[in-house]
């Protein structure tokens, strides 16, 4: 049992436990207070009277430092003392008299103004900064009072000019005096506030859109000057974000200016801004510090220059020479390299300009390339619908001519010669002929259709085009060869389309074109190409010549097939085995069109499929391809297949007989040639082609001739398998034979049972049991000996 003290007794032991435990307390804290202090880098004084935090008591971090808490009270202080001043000036204004106005307005801003002196003497830079901004504010709040007081008669946005103008100075002088120099506010304020006097002074005066325009470009013009003479970040940063905006905005409307032009002098005029701000972006170019941005400012200065003279002649002279009149001038800009003064970045981004130019014009150009390429497209819902009457007539068929399609020939010309002699750098030289060279073709391509030459006649130029193209395919370079060889088949392409308006005209291109590919597949390394093209070109020349002849497809399919027979020959004399691969797929495909053009008449199909599969047995004969016998086979047997459809022949044996001759007969052979071959893959496929669906018929088949016929056979195949050892014609033999006798027996089965009493069955059942049941284990042995038979055999 417990024994609890009196309610007083307890309490007094209570208090002096409580005592004991704050002088060890204490005691421990004075400790740690002496370890923290001992541990106190050399240098920092110790501070013993210090009292120690346990960490518990650490203060949080604060969220936000005590600079940007500073910055945040100043700029809203100064934005509600400028909202306050705003109100005191657009609302109080009336009550006070003129007197009371100016000493009010007048007496704050000084003080305003003056305020950040001893501010900045006491190093309250950020409070300075704040006080300043309230007193540029109150300056503006003082000129818009001043022109409702006293000049409320002028005009307003004369007024706004002038004080914009009268601000900017005044407030520069305010950043440069000795005392507020240390101020970041003022400078960059005053040329913010001289982004508009210029503008505004245009307005007020109702100046043209020309004297606007070019206000906004001296304004940035100023601002680029300002932005390379002066060294201080916030200036420099205004001015580039105000030569960049003012200048864009200048540039617009100088370029809609040229574009809009109604005759020389208006477009003179726009070029002459234009040329304006082609020259201050070189002057900012030709000195900027930054290599790439003198390359952007002078690739800008580029293509102004040619926007300007561009458009002075483009006034002048027919809308289809805009383009090579702009074209001529970015040309010109390649003379940059010979002017050894400009710096190299300019240099660079003058060349860069020309290139854009160039580059601008072939992208006009490229649509008339498209129509004479893909326009002969139309012909395809039209064939042989009668020659057109020029050679422009046969490409724009359902597309429209483009306009001012006069000068693309040109305009491609110019640029080709440019990349052909003016790239002398070794790395993109190559490049730059290649190039030439499509823009060449491009040119001479569209010509036929620009000059609107005869219909035949633009055949020709197409297909001397087509011959050009392959002969600079043949080129020992890569590149130069796959681009040689794109352009000849996008041009023999366009050639065949072209020719469909007319029978004659597609006969004689695909006749040339057959012979050009077929030429130029020896000997030149284009075989893996030209040689498939063609094949392809031959298969249409006779599909094209049946079609002429009047003959069925069916009929047609027999002229296909000579194309097939010409690529196994091609196949065998040549070289090289891409050549040869692209030449027999090619075949092949050809070979499937003959079929297809074949299966309405059953009796040509089966001579197609067969002449199919004498090509193919000819190439299996070839070294490396005696797979394709299979498919010779296949193919031969099609053709019996059809052949005996189209002579209503329905016995199955007629169809399956030729497919397990000739099998068996492989099978023979190969057991010869490898003796260890087993039965299964000699003879398996062979027998089960007739067995299987001789069966199936002989089990639907009243009569007894073809199951008499059917057993006999699977007879002779299963002693044959038996006398040589050979488990595929013993099994297959003996099931068809067991499984034919049990047809031809069933009925007499179904009869005895039928006489037998009931019991009759069970009781047989029963018998038989007990007779396996005595001779089990034997009946087992004879099981496991026809096991090992069968295994020995092959």
């Given at each position: 049992m417990t024994h609890l003290p009196p309610p007083a007794e307890e309490l007094r032991l209570l208090d002096?436990?409580?005592?004991?435990?704050?002088?060890?307390?204490?005691?421990?804290?004075?400790?740690?207070?002496?370890?923290?202090?001992?541990?106190?880098?050399?240098?920092?004084?110790?501070?013993?009277?210090?009292?120690?935090?346990?960490?518990?008591?650490?203060?949080?971090?604060?969220?936000?430092?005590?600079?940007?808490?500073?910055?945040?009270?100043?700029?809203?202080?100064?934005?509600?003392?400028?909202?306050?001043?705003?109100?005191?000036?657009?609302?109080?204004?009336?009550?006070?008299?003129?007197?009371?106005?100016?000493?009010?307005?007048?007496?704050?801003?000084?003080?305003?103004?003056?305020?950040?002196?001893?501010?900045?003497?006491?190093?309250?830079?950020?409070?300075?900064?704040?006080?300043?901004?309230?007193?540029?504010?109150?300056?503006?709040?003082?000129?818009?009072?001043?022109?409702?007081?006293?000049?409320?008669?002028?005009?307003?946005?004369?007024?706004?000019?002038?004080?914009?103008?009268?601000?900017?100075?005044?407030?520069?002088?305010?950043?440069?005096?000795?005392?507020?120099?240390?101020?970041?506010?003022?400078?960059?304020?005053?040329?913010?506030?001289?982004?508009?006097?210029?503008?505004?002074?245009?307005?007020?005066?109702?100046?043209?859109?020309?004297?606007?325009?070019?206000?906004?470009?001296?304004?940035?013009?100023?601002?680029?000057?300002?932005?390379?003479?002066?060294?201080?970040?916030?200036?420099?940063?205004?001015?580039?974000?105000?030569?960049?905006?003012?200048?864009?905005?200048?540039?617009?409307?100088?370029?809609?200016?040229?574009?809009?032009?109604?005759?020389?002098?208006?477009?003179?005029?726009?070029?002459?801004?234009?040329?304006?701000?082609?020259?201050?972006?070189?002057?900012?170019?030709?000195?900027?510090?930054?290599?790439?941005?003198?390359?952007?400012?002078?690739?800008?200065?580029?293509?102004?220059?040619?926007?300007?003279?561009?458009?002075?002649?483009?006034?002048?002279?027919?809308?289809?020479?805009?383009?090579?009149?702009?074209?001529?001038?970015?040309?010109?800009?390649?003379?940059?390299?010979?002017?050894?003064?400009?710096?190299?970045?300019?240099?660079?981004?003058?060349?860069?300009?020309?290139?854009?130019?160039?580059?601008?014009?072939?992208?006009?150009?490229?649509?008339?390339?498209?129509?004479?390429?893909?326009?002969?497209?139309?012909?395809?819902?039209?064939?042989?619908?009668?020659?057109?009457?020029?050679?422009?007539?046969?490409?724009?068929?359902?597309?429209?001519?483009?306009?001012?399609?006069?000068?693309?020939?040109?305009?491609?010309?110019?640029?080709a010669a440019v990349l052909a002699l003016a790239v002398r750098a070794e790395r993109w030289r190559p490049r730059a002929r290649l190039g030439a060279l499509g823009l060449l073709w491009g040119a001479v391509l569209i010509l036929p259709a620009v000059f609107a030459i005869p219909y035949g006649a633009g055949l020709a130029v197409l297909g001397v085009v087509t011959a050009a193209a392959l002969y600079a395919g043949r080129a020992t370079a890569s590149e130069a060869r796959c681009t040689g060889l794109v352009l000849a088949l996008v041009t023999a392409l366009g050639l065949v389309l072209a020719s469909l308006a007319s029978q004659t005209a597609t006969l004689a291109v695909l006749s040339g074109l057959t012979a050009l590919l077929t030429a130029f597949s020896w000997r030149t390394g284009l075989a893996p190409f030209t040689a498939p093209a063609a094949l392809v070109h031959a298969a249409a020349l006779a599909s094209a010549t049946g079609a002429a002849a009047d003959w069925p497809p069916a009929r047609t399919a027999l002229l296909v097939l000579a194309v097939p027979a010409a690529g196994a020959l091609l196949a065998a004399r040549l070289v090289e085995a891409r050549a040869v691969v692209a030449v027999e797929i090619t075949a092949a495909v050809t070979g499937l069109l003959a079929v297809g053009l074949a299966v309405t008449d059953q009796p040509l199909l089966a001579l197609v499929l067969a002449l199919c599969g004498v090509i193919a047995a000819g190439t299996a004969l070839r070294p490396g391809r005696r797979p394709v016998g299979y498919a010779a086979a296949a193919l031969f047997v099609l053709a019996t297949w059809v052949r005996l459809a189209a002579w209503d022949v329905s016995t199955p044996e007629a169809y399956t007989l030729p497919v397990t001759v000739p099998a068996l007969l492989v099978g023979v052979l190969r057991r010869r040639r490898d003796p260890r071959t087993s039965s299964w893959t000699a003879y398996g496929a062979g027998l089960t082609a007739t067995l299987l669906p001789s069966l199936v018929a002989a089990w639907g088949d009243p009569h007894w001739t073809r199951p008499l016929l059917l057993g006999t056979a699977a007879l002779l195949v299963t002693l044959l398998g038996a006398r040589h050892h050979l488990k595929a014609p013993l099994v297959l033999g003996g099931s068809v034979l067991a499984l034919v006798t049990l047809h031809e027996l069933a009925p007499y089965v179904v009869q005895v049972t039928g006489a037998l009493p009931r019991w009759a069955p069970p009781a047989l059942a029963g018998l038989l049991l007990l007779a396996l049941g005595a001779t089990y284990e034997q009946r087992i042995q004879d099981v496991r000996r026809v096991r090992d038979v069968l295994g020995r055999m092959r």
């Amino acid at each position: 049992m417990t024994h609890l003290p009196p309610p007083a007794e307890e309490l007094r032991l209570l208090d002096a436990e409580l005592r004991q435990l704050d002088a060890r307390r204490a005691q421990l804290l004075t400790r740690r207070a002496w370890l923290i202090a001992a541990l106190q880098p050399t240098g920092q004084p110790s501070r013993p009277w210090t009292h120690p935090r346990t960490p518990s008591a650490t203060p949080p971090r604060p969220e936000t430092a005590a600079p940007s808490v500073q910055k945040v009270l100043l700029v809203l202080g100064g934005v509600l003392l400028t909202l306050a001043a705003a109100v005191f000036t657009l609302v109080s204004w009336g009550h006070m008299g003129i007197t009371g106005r100016a000493l009010v307005l007048g007496a704050v801003t000084l003080a305003a103004l003056a305020a950040p002196v001893p501010l900045l003497r006491r190093g309250l830079r950020s409070t300075a900064e704040s006080v300043a901004g309230l007193g540029l504010a109150l300056t503006v709040l003082d000129a818009y009072a001043l022109h409702a007081a006293a000049l409320a008669g002028t005009d307003g946005t004369g007024y706004a000019a002038a004080a914009a103008a009268v601000l900017a100075v005044a407030w520069s002088a305010y950043g440069l005096l000795p005392a507020t120099a240390a101020l970041r506010l003022p400078l960059p304020t005053a040329l913010a506030a001289a982004q508009f006097p210029l503008l505004l002074w245009a307005l007020a005066v109702d100046a043209g859109p020309y004297v606007i325009t070019a206000a906004l470009l001296v304004t940035a013009g100023l601002d680029a000057v300002v932005a390379l003479r002066v060294t201080t970040a916030s200036v420099r940063i205004t001015a580039v974000v105000g030569a960049y905006a003012v200048g864009g905005w200048g540039v617009l409307g100088a370029g809609w200016l040229s574009v809009t032009a109604g005759g020389v002098g208006a477009a003179t005029r726009a070029g002459a801004l234009l040329l304006l701000a082609a020259g201050i972006a070189l002057g900012a170019a030709w000195r900027v510090p930054g290599v790439r941005h003198a390359l952007g400012l002078a690739i800008a200065s580029g293509l102004l220059t040619v926007a300007a003279l561009g458009g002075v002649v483009r006034s002048g002279v027919p809308s289809e020479w805009a383009v090579p009149a702009h074209l001529v001038f970015g040309v010109a800009l390649l003379a940059a390299v010979w002017v050894s003064r400009l710096p190299d970045a300019v240099r660079r981004g003058l060349l860069w300009a020309s290139g854009a130019v160039q580059a601008l014009s072939v992208l006009w150009a490229l649509p008339v390339v498209a129509v004479v390429v893909l326009g002969p497209a139309g012909w395809l819902g039209r064939v042989w619908g009668g020659a057109p009457s020029d050679a422009r007539a046969a490409v724009a068929v359902e597309t429209p001519w483009p306009p001012d399609a006069a000068t693309a020939p040109l305009v491609l010309l110019v640029v080709a010669a440019v990349l052909a002699l003016a790239v002398r750098a070794e790395r993109w030289r190559p490049r730059a002929r290649l190039g030439a060279l499509g823009l060449l073709w491009g040119a001479v391509l569209i010509l036929p259709a620009v000059f609107a030459i005869p219909y035949g006649a633009g055949l020709a130029v197409l297909g001397v085009v087509t011959a050009a193209a392959l002969y600079a395919g043949r080129a020992t370079a890569s590149e130069a060869r796959c681009t040689g060889l794109v352009l000849a088949l996008v041009t023999a392409l366009g050639l065949v389309l072209a020719s469909l308006a007319s029978q004659t005209a597609t006969l004689a291109v695909l006749s040339g074109l057959t012979a050009l590919l077929t030429a130029f597949s020896w000997r030149t390394g284009l075989a893996p190409f030209t040689a498939p093209a063609a094949l392809v070109h031959a298969a249409a020349l006779a599909s094209a010549t049946g079609a002429a002849a009047d003959w069925p497809p069916a009929r047609t399919a027999l002229l296909v097939l000579a194309v097939p027979a010409a690529g196994a020959l091609l196949a065998a004399r040549l070289v090289e085995a891409r050549a040869v691969v692209a030449v027999e797929i090619t075949a092949a495909v050809t070979g499937l069109l003959a079929v297809g053009l074949a299966v309405t008449d059953q009796p040509l199909l089966a001579l197609v499929l067969a002449l199919c599969g004498v090509i193919a047995a000819g190439t299996a004969l070839r070294p490396g391809r005696r797979p394709v016998g299979y498919a010779a086979a296949a193919l031969f047997v099609l053709a019996t297949w059809v052949r005996l459809a189209a002579w209503d022949v329905s016995t199955p044996e007629a169809y399956t007989l030729p497919v397990t001759v000739p099998a068996l007969l492989v099978g023979v052979l190969r057991r010869r040639r490898d003796p260890r071959t087993s039965s299964w893959t000699a003879y398996g496929a062979g027998l089960t082609a007739t067995l299987l669906p001789s069966l199936v018929a002989a089990w639907g088949d009243p009569h007894w001739t073809r199951p008499l016929l059917l057993g006999t056979a699977a007879l002779l195949v299963t002693l044959l398998g038996a006398r040589h050892h050979l488990k595929a014609p013993l099994v297959l033999g003996g099931s068809v034979l067991a499984l034919v006798t049990l047809h031809e027996l069933a009925p007499y089965v179904v009869q005895v049972t039928g006489a037998l009493p009931r019991w009759a069955p069970p009781a047989l059942a029963g018998l038989l049991l007990l007779a396996l049941g005595a001779t089990y284990e034997q009946r087992i042995q004879d099981v496991r000996r026809v096991r090992d038979v069968l295994g020995r055999m092959r």
